[in-house]
């Protein structure tokens, strides 16, 4: 039996009914509802500890709202946000699958891959133009609809945490470890280019099958999102194509000024895969990553390193 204080199915929350647990994260849960009219939802709900913070639950209630102002094709649509008992809710679309159910079927094909990263990477266009980061785009928040087109979930609890930490100093992690930036990773401020990383890492999974960087340790997970590079993916599946792996790469640049400037830039580049004429190696790759794919490309020799890195990096 679930805690008094936990959402169970045949809860009321307005005018939804909860049926059944879709997941849950650190700081809510998200569960399949219905209406009285027959119609669904899906309702993400705080978890106790924070609904009975009322400053953690009053900027959960204006990054929802927020969100729900975030009107594009591709980024979910949001609905009723509200408070019943001591539950803090918002209702959203929702999708029968995402990218994590989806991986957990095996690797995605490269041409269904392309198409989930543009359209994710528009969902991003339009946000960062907006002056939103993500700051969590991982396969859990990149949902799938019937017709296969994905949308980006989840705009506004990172914000609304990421608000609360600056106000508060409470020590609170934002983001997922396994998809966290280099710069969420030292505390550094953090722009547009952090989601891009985030999705790097994502396709990474998406394309291999694997994660680019594992540790059970959160602190040498963050350690390798800083210092370590990862493995070309075309050395564990060498049928990827080598533009994507260089795309790829790209987005996993260490400093942000090596990745696409900006989500647009990265919608430039899926478009020029199409390109036949579009020579491979004039896909960047970060110059410390450079000599790692030497190996799958006609002989790329990697620039001496500037004095960038040494401005960027922080001794661990």
């Given at each position: 039996?679930?805690?008094?204080?936990?959402?169970?199915?045949?809860t009321?929350?307005?005018?939804?009914?909860?049926?059944?647990?879709?997941?849950?994260?650190?700081?809510?849960?998200?569960?399949?509802a219905?209406?009285?009219?027959?119609?669904?939802?899906?309702?993400?709900?705080?978890?106790?500890?924070?609904?009975?913070?009322?400053?953690?639950?009053?900027?959960?209630?204006?990054?929802?709202?927020?969100?729900?102002?975030?009107?594009?094709?591709r980024?979910?649509?949001?609905?009723?946000?509200?408070?019943?008992?001591?539950?803090?809710?918002?209702?959203?679309?929702?999708?029968?699958?995402?990218?994590?159910?989806?991986?957990?079927?095996?690797?995605?094909?490269?041409?269904?891959?392309?198409?989930?990263t543009?359209?994710?990477?528009?969902?991003?266009?339009?946000?960062?133009?907006?002056g939103?980061?993500?700051?969590?785009i991982k396969?859990?928040?990149?949902l799938?609809?019937?017709?296969?087109?994905?949308?980006?979930?989840?705009?506004g609890i990172?914000?609304a945490?990421?608000?609360?930490?600056?106000?508060?100093?409470?020590?609170m992690?934002?983001?997922?470890?396994?998809?966290?930036?280099?710069?969420?990773?030292?505390?550094?401020p953090?722009d547009?280019r952090?989601?891009?990383?985030?999705?790097?890492?994502?396709?990474?999974?998406?394309?291999?099958?694997?994660?680019?960087?594992?540790?059970?340790?959160w602190?040498?997970?963050?350690?390798?999102?800083?210092?370590?590079?990862?493995?070309?993916p075309?050395?564990?599946?060498?049928?990827?194509?080598?533009?994507?792996?260089?795309?790829?790469?790209?987005?996993l640049?260490?400093?942000?000024?090596?990745?696409?400037?900006?989500?647009?830039?990265?919608?430039?580049?899926?478009?020029?895969?199409?390109d036949?004429?579009r020579?491979?190696r004039s896909?960047?790759?970060p110059?410390?990553?450079?000599q790692?794919?030497?190996?799958?490309i006609d002989?790329?020799?990697a620039?001496?390193?500037?004095?960038?890195?040494?401005?960027w990096?922080?001794?661990?």
């Amino acid at each position: 039996m679930p805690p008094a204080d936990a959402p169970s199915p045949g809860t009321n929350l307005g005018p939804f009914t909860l049926d059944r647990l879709l997941g849950q994260g650190g700081f809510a849960s998200v569960w399949a509802a219905h209406r009285a009219d027959g119609g669904t939802a899906a309702i993400k709900i705080l978890k106790p500890r924070y609904a009975g913070d009322g400053d953690f639950e009053l900027r959960f209630r204006q990054e929802s709202q927020f969100a729900a102002n975030l009107s594009h094709p591709r980024i979910i649509k949001i609905g009723d946000i509200g408070r019943e008992g001591m539950f803090v809710y918002f209702a959203m679309e929702l999708y029968p699958g995402s990218l994590a159910t989806r991986l957990a079927q095996g690797r995605i094909p490269e041409p269904e891959l392309l198409a989930i990263t543009r359209d994710v990477a528009e969902a991003l266009t339009f946000a960062h133009e907006q002056g939103v980061v993500h700051r969590d785009i991982k396969p859990d928040n990149i949902l799938i609809g019937p017709d296969g087109r994905a949308v980006v979930s989840d705009f506004g609890i990172a914000r609304a945490v990421s608000g609360y930490v600056s106000a508060t100093g409470v020590n609170m992690t934002i983001g997922t470890p396994h998809y966290l930036s280099p710069e969420q990773a030292q505390g550094r401020p953090i722009d547009g280019r952090s989601d891009l990383y985030s999705l790097g890492i994502t396709l990474y999974k998406a394309a291999t099958g694997d994660l680019p960087f594992k540790s059970k340790d959160w602190y040498e997970l963050a350690r390798m999102h800083v210092e370590e590079p990862p493995a070309p993916p075309r050395e564990a599946h060498p049928e990827l194509s080598r533009k994507l792996e260089r795309i790829i790469l790209r987005l996993l640049a260490k400093h942000p000024d090596d990745r696409p400037a900006t989500a647009q830039e990265l919608l430039t580049e899926l478009d020029a895969m199409q390109d036949p004429g579009r020579d491979t190696r004039s896909f960047k790759v970060p110059d410390e990553y450079q000599q790692s794919v030497t190996s799958t490309i006609d002989a790329v020799k990697a620039p001496a390193k500037d004095d960038k890195d040494k401005k960027w990096w922080k001794p661990w």
